[in-house]
């Protein structure tokens, strides 16, 4: 075998592309602090764009006992939309339901929510502000039978998909959290599921970059595609608690652009 002299040796090395640095992302969530999380979608409903929008409180709290982690406290508080009362039907059916209700994530050091507190007494909360909703309703009517899908759809979910059900607008907010963001110029190859409002699960794929570092923040951006979807996701996450503090989401099928934007504020913040 020959050897390698020094020089051809350093030649080989620089030819080598260089390592993606690795960047950690610690979850630490702002205990015992009061945050707003706001998500606005705006789409084209009978040839007008418009907006659905809803409030949710959050507030963390330490988790006691030996397993670590945190407890979520949740709520949905308000709901609204400017489109035209029928095509809000399903939309305030399936969350209507859920105004009020207060919830207790179980959320482990990784930010992955593992459980909720006290599931029986949530979801009779939530079958039982379905039931006073439906009563409002004539039988027969749209809103009506916009209602029953939803409760035929909540009777058929088991323990696991409840717990999916109430947790799926959290867990975008821990979507880096526990994990590591790849600091290179030719991203990270993703591929993922894109589902609202297309009715049916596209699978997708593309390539996340980290785009600029902003003192505590990361921006970063996907870009997917797939059966006729385009994505294009942005997001800005916070260096100090590991969590998504706004999220931008452009959804393309066909002629039609859904776009849907969350942020994560302190209640303060949120109101000024």
């Known amino acids: 075998m020959k050897a390698w002299s020094l020089p051809l040796m350093l ?21 015992g602090r009061d945050l707003a999380y706001r ?46 009362s029928a095509a809000t039907e399903s939309y305030r059916a399936a969350l209507t339901p859920l105004i009020g209700v207060e919830m207790g994530f179980r959320v482990d050091a990784t930010g992955k929510i593992v459980g909720l507190d006290d599931m029986d007494r949530v979801w009779a909360s939530v079958d039982q502000g379905l039931a006073r909703m439906m009563k409002g309703f004539a039988p027969g009517s749209s809103q009506y039978r916009a209602a029953s899908a939803v409760q035929a759809l909540f009777a058929g979910l088991s323990p696991e998909g409840r717990l999916a059900l109430l947790a799926g607008e959290y867990q975008p907010l821990f979507l880096f959290a526990g994990g590591e963001v790849e600091d290179e110029a030719a991203g990270r190859g993703v591929r993922t599921v894109a589902g609202s409002p297309l009715g049916r699960p596209v699978k997708v794929e593309g390539v996340l970059r980290l785009e600029a570092r902003e003192g505590g923040r990361f921006r970063l951006e996907e870009n997917l595609a797939g059966d006729g979807v385009q994505v294009r996701v942005r997001y800005g996450l916070s260096t100090q608690t590991g969590m998504v503090e706004d999220q931008t989401r452009d959804l393309t099928l066909g002629g039609g652009t859904l776009t849907e934007t969350r942020a994560l504020r302190e209640t303060d913040a949120a109101v000024r």
Do not use: C, K, N
């Open 39 to 84: 998500i606005d979608q705006h789409r084209t409903v009978d040839g007008q764009q418009s907006r659905f929008s809803a409030t949710r409180s959050l507030r963390f709290e330490r988790a006691e006992g030996t397993g670590g982690g945190y407890v979520l406290h949740a709520a949905l508080r308000t709901i609204d939309s400017d489109a035209p």
């Open 11 to 31: 030649l080989a090395m620089a030819a080598q592309p260089a390592a993606a640095e690795l960047v950690p992302i610690a979850f630490a969530p702002p205990v």
